[in-house]
């Protein structure tokens, strides 16, 4: 209990499954939370994680009571982490023309926005009558400016910038902090079926490292890869104009109904 607890969501694969093997190289425990409990297990195992440094919360993010009671349960079973990353998320491309795809506009909210308020809920007041912590919110570069067909993902990344810039001025003053790491291109499942080019791609592994690294210095937010961060920035300056021409054309994130 010496050591320091480290609490992730959407630790069966990708970005979660990297952080969390950061944070146990840098000595933490871990409090690993996924749908797929089975995978995490084997997953820690083929890594050579003894079981008494980690835990494994069922739960899934998208519904308000279950990652609210994975929380609870980790408090319970681990104590008050030091670390929270709230790294669960879902990228689907939608046509806002097609009636089901509003519930996939829905699902995407529920799982990147309410999912992530309710991740961190159970540790707040805990980490304010502690007067330490720290929040981290996963971000994306496609939070800074609408892509067509990804109205859906874009829309809800720039709601987690806004929403962790808003907790970290509710919680500075107690001691907590709040971090946001927005990254580029990640070679995960979630963007292997993109059908567009990927510039600056990164393996996990390598921007686990970055975030690791971003998260221990307290910084409020940043872009990883740095080189994606100054192609949003020009992005973001460009007139709408110029903008819709540079993306006229540009293939969109595939569907739910493309989807393998």
């Known amino acids: 209990m010496t050591q320091p607890l480290v609490f992730i969501t959407g630790a069966s694969s990708g970005i979660g499954q990297a952080l969390a093997h950061r944070y146990h190289r840098a000595g933490f425990r871990l409090a690993l939370v996924a749908r797929r409990t089975s995978e995490v297990k084997t997953w820690a195992s083929a890594q ?6 980690y835990e494994i919360y069922s739960a899934d993010v998208s519904v308000t009571d279950s990652i609210v009671a994975a929380g609870r349960d980790c408090i319970a079973r681990q104590g008050v982490p030091d670390v929270v990353i709230a790294n669960a998320g879902i990228s689907v491309g939608m046509d806002t023309a097609v009636l089901s795809d509003i519930d996939v506009m829905a699902r995407t909210f529920a799982t990147n926005n ?3 308020a309710a ?6 007041d805990a980490m304010v009558q502690r007067g330490s912590g720290t929040l981290v919110g996963i971000g994306s570069v496609a939070g800074i400016r609408g892509l067509p067909g990804h109205g859906a993902y874009c829309a809800s990344k720039a709601a987690v910038i806004s929403y962790c810039e808003s907790l ?3 919680l500075r003053p107690h001691g907590v902090r ?3 790491v927005s990254p580029g291109y990640i070679d995960t ?8 080019s990927m510039p600056f791609l990164m393996q996990p592994a390598d921007f686990a490292e970055r975030a690791f690294r971003t ?3 307290g910084v409020s937010y940043r872009v990883i890869p740095w080189q994606m961060g100054v192609v949003a920035k020009l992005l973001r300056m460009l007139p709408n104009p110029l903008f819709d021409k540079v993306l006229a054309g540009r293939p969109r994130k595939r569907r739910q109904s493309e989807m393998q």
Do not use: C, K, W
């Not at 991740?119 to 707040?124: A, G, S, Y």
């Not at 499942?189 to 567009?196: E, G, K, S």
């Open 48 to 53: 050579g994680i003894s079981h008494d440094s």
């Open 114 to 116: 309410i999912g992530m």
């Open 178 to 180: 709040v971090v946001t």
């Open 119 to 124: 991740t961190f809920q159970p540790f707040v």
């Open 215 to 217: 998260i221990r210095a």
């Open 189 to 196: 499942p979630l963007t292997q079926q993109n059908r567009y």
């Open 168 to 170: 970290r001025g509710e």
